[in-house]
């Protein structure tokens, strides 16, 4: 007790201290009862959502893992809360028959910062640029873009692509005339937002941009400070910022003022299962039995893993695209403990004295592998094993680092998290390549799902082009949802405490990792 | 005179070896290091909405396929001709990231390293001349407690105490969150250095404050003190003409040496403090295999290692001619 009153006596003094050193930054959280309605606003995010390379486009800026808006650029498309495309500078888009010339109007009353007007010639500049040093932008299926006159653009494609829209919802357009290799350090554009301040590798400062083209602006100024998970945390315990992002092990706390926030994605969970039979280098027997892979799909209780292992944050993942508009239905499983033993039973596999089921001398086993440095993906692989041991399948886990996890996924399942506002991502998991005749992160191959796939991205139309993604997931014979190559678990929440007079707007499902996508409507939120 | 321009001439030359060993080791770990590059900077979900050729493309920026002494005489040659490269992450030069990182690292080392310096030096000698006494006995307990403390660990507590709990000084940042540059002042930035300043010397000051004591016992236990202790001086008279001298030098021995601690900590703290410097920039470019910017911190970082040394061993000269002689062996 005495010890106590001593460190309060020390805490004191060095509060005397303090109070003549800088006493409006310890009252700051305090007493902004009687100021008008607030218009900035403080945002923590992690220290990893700092565009290191600027913001810059071509190097990622509004792309790459987290696909976010770029805020201080205009895009020529925008995609909406349910994932559909709307018009942001486009004010309409054609393609042609093959699906290999795009022709792109643009709106007349737009200007960059700097008093230029934003003409067809800089979005051709743009995509030209972007494609020859695109970082994580895959421009591989453009050809050129050319500016016709100030309003008209068109794309030549290298390839039909007809998810193109997507692309050019990503794709901040840069000035011609003000672009340079310093463009990212000081960008000039002619979205909500300019850069005011960049302390590097602590915040950056956003002002409105006055003479915006679009839906005034309510936020003024947006500050981003970049921050560790902890340090978030004791920042909103300190009442510093007025919204944070934080984790699932930090939900059970209760912080005065604040409220916690929880955002569906698309940010999912899952394992693949090789379906090819092992040749020694790639394949596995018992993951190769379609038998097996459904009934660990219909086996596996979701609910009960968000709960164990999300303090309930999550929902149920069936697919890696769930709720996107290439999303579909069928996918969805109901958890049936019982008939997933039925079908194993069904299929030879029978169980034995130590309770693993066989068949003809191959032991139901498995090893499945994590990142070792997530800790999330880790007890999601425990949960898992847990329940496939129920099932009378023996899973070991292994945490493994990612310079052997690609190679090893070839033959052993491993725990992997994905989520794209892009059904590329779709592609690239489930479509095989032509060099080996598998997909590349799994061995997996089905011609049907491959042809829907291809006809997808040569359809002209996006409507119709949904209809063929949803097919190559289920057509009412096969697809990728009749042959489970992968087993989805989880999509997680994305959770910010915020500060409860704080009205954050209505979000679109965010994509895989914490970042940028909790600020695409910035411009719109308010405090009461 | 001559000798004077000889000494400082090889310690030169073995600063150059040192960083050349330096470099070939700091490669060689990158090298052997499992960090895919294009999974630690592209992320795992990114890479699978890009094509094969895209990623083959990336490859090649990141350098994945080329053979290391290729890449390793590459870097060298531009080192050799005063160009440390492009940093792949920041997309900027190396010089220019080293820069903007050092100079905010270095206020809040200067300031530890002051503090630590200072403090300990008077302690260790408070400590040594009343040996046995309980002053004695509280500083030695209070360094012995804080050599065996991490300075993470103490980093979070006072996060937790000063920041969140007594709301006293700022969470992080060397800045006020959301203040225009132009009205961040000097004080403002000390306000946000004080923190982690406090962190990194009080965990540095234990080493100062033990040799220090251990000096000064010698010193007191020397047939000189018991001369002048005879010939009646006084206290601070025998800490004047004879101690300080004495003591001074194992102290700026160790206070320049204690550099390379105070960097290695503050790699730790500023990750606490979500404050900007050579460690976050160290820590995202070892994680992200960007080894152009990795091996320039790397040898700025052990050329100011070895300058505080070599200042170490000029002031040893300076403080003790007789030290002068030495310098020759």
């Known amino acids: ?528 | 005179m001559k000798k004077w321009v000889w000494h400082i001439l090889k310690n030169f030359i073995r600063m150059l070896l040192l960083i050349f060993f330096v470099s070939i080791g700091a490669f060689v770990l990158v090298s052997l290091s499992p960090v895919d590059p294009l999974q630690a900077n592209i992320g795992q979900a990114a890479l699978g909405a890009l094509s094969q050729e895209q990623i083959d493309k990336l490859e090649i920026y990141w350098g994945v396929n080329e053979p290391p002494l290729q890449r390793y005489l590459a870097w060298a040659g531009d080192f050799l001709r005063g160009d440390m490269g492009i940093s792949l992450l920041y997309r900027q030069s190396v010089s220019s990231v080293i820069m903007q990182k050092l100079s905010s690292s270095l206020l809040l080392m200067a300031f530890a390293w002051i503090i630590s310096g200072g403090i300990g030096f008077v302690l260790g000698i408070l400590s040594g001349m009343n040996r046995g006494k309980r002053i004695d006995r509280i500083i030695k307990g209070y360094a012995l407690l804080t050599a065996s403390t991490p300075a993470f660990w103490l980093a979070i507590i006072f996060l937790l105490v000063f920041s969140v709990g007594l709301r006293l000084f700022p969470v992080g940042l060397s800045v006020p969150i959301g203040m225009d540059a132009a009205s961040v002042s000097l004080s403002d930035k000390l306000w946000h250095a004080v923190l982690p300043a406090a962190t990194l010397s009080i965990t540095g000051i234990s080493n100062i404050i033990l040799h220090t004591r251990e000096k000064m016992i010698d010193v007191m236990e020397s047939d000189y003190v018991l001369f002048a202790v005879a010939r009646g001086e006084k206290r601070w008279e025998i800490l004047k003409n004879h101690g300080l001298r004495n003591v001074l030098l194992p102290a700026i021995t160790l206070q320049f040496a204690s550099i390379g601690e105070i960097f290695g900590g503050s790699i730790l703290v500023e990750q606490v403090f979500s404050y900007p410097g050579m460690g976050q920039a160290a820590v995202t470019a070892g994680l992200g295999g960007d080894i152009p910017l990795l091996l320039g911190i790397t040898i700025i970082s052990a050329s100011i290692v070895f300058l505080g040394n070599f200042i170490a061993d000029v002031l040893y000269g300076v403080v003790d001619p007789r030290m002068r002689k030495g310098a020759r062996l």
């Open chain 1, 1 to 528: 007790m005495k010890r106590v009153f001593v460190l309060l006596a020390v805490c004191l003094a060095f509060a005397s201290l303090a109070g003549c050193g800088k006493p409006e930054e310890v009252l700051s959280g305090s007493d902004n009862n009687q100021e008008p309605l607030k218009d900035t606003v403080i945002v923590a995010m992690g220290v990893t959502s700092e565009p290191e390379a600027g913001f810059d486009p071509a190097y990622g800026w509004g792309a790459g893992e987290h696909v976010h808006e770029p805020l201080i650029q205009s895009t020529l498309t925008v995609t909406t809360n349910d994932l559909q495309i709307a018009y942001d500078l486009a004010k309409d888009i054609s393609v042609s028959d093959d699906g290999l010339l795009w022709t792109v109007k643009i709106r007349e009353d737009v200007f960059f910062t700097d008093g230029e007007k934003l003409t067809a010639q800089d979005v051709a500049f743009t995509y030209n640029t972007v494609k020859e040093e695109s970082s994580v932008n895959d421009f591989t299926m453009l050809d050129r873009a050319e500016a016709l006159d100030d309003d008209t653009v068109q794309f030549h494609m290298a390839e039909p692509y007809s998810i193109w829209p997507y692309t050019m919802a990503i794709v901040g357009i840069v000035p011609e005339h003000a672009y340079g290799p310093d463009y990212g350090q000081k960008p000039i554009g002619s979205g909500r937002y300019m850069l005011k301040q960049w302390d590097k590798g602590q915040q950056i400062i956003l002002e409105a941009n006055p003479n915006y083209y679009g839906e005034e602006i309510r936020m003024k100024k947006v500050t981003i400070v970049f921050m560790e998970e902890a340090a978030a945390f004791a920042a909103v315990k300190a009442g510093q910022v007025d919204l944070a992002y934080t984790a699932a092990s930090y939900s059970e706390q209760a912080v005065d003022g604040y409220e916690l926030l929880s955002y569906e994605t698309v940010d999912n969970r899952g394992f693949n299962l090789p379906a090819i039979p092992s040749d020694g280098a790639i394949g596995n027997d018992v993951t190769s039995d379609m038998a097996i892979r459904r009934a660990i799909s219909m086996g596996i209780d979701r609910q009960q893993m968000i709960d164990y292992v999300l303090n309930g944050h999550g929902t149920p993942a069936y697919s890696v695209c769930d709720k996107m508009p290439w999303f579909n239905n069928s996918a969805v499983v109901e958890h049936d403990f019982d008939g997933a033993v039925i079908l194993l039973e069904e299929a030879g596999w029978i169980a034995g004295e130590d309770g693993i089921r066989t068949k003809e001398g191959l032991r139901a086993e498995m090893n499945l592998l994590y990142p070792a440095n997530d800790s999330v993906r880790q007890a999601l692989a425990a949960e898992a094993a847990n329940q496939m041991e129920e099932l009378g399948i023996d899973v070991t886990i292994e945490g493994v680092g990612w310079d052997v996890a690609y190679d090893r996924a070839q033959r052993e399942p491993l725990l992997w998290g994905w989520g794209a506002h892009t059904p590329m991502e779709f592609y690239n998991i489930y479509h095989t390549m032509p060099e080996t005749g598998l997909a590349s992160y799994s061995p997996y191959k089905n011609e049907t799902v491959d042809s829907y796939m291809d006809q997808a991205l040569t359809s002209k139309d996006l409507e119709e082009s949904y209809e063929l993604w949803k097919k190559a997931q289920w057509d009412g014979e096969t697809g990728t949802d009749w042959d489970v190559p992968w087993i989805w678990l989880v999509n997680i929440d994305h959770l910010y405490w915020a500060k409860s007079d704080l009205q954050v707007t209505p979000q679109k499902i965010h994509p895989h990792g914490h970042g940028w996508s909790i600020v695409n409507n910035v411009d719109q939120w308010r405090f009461e």
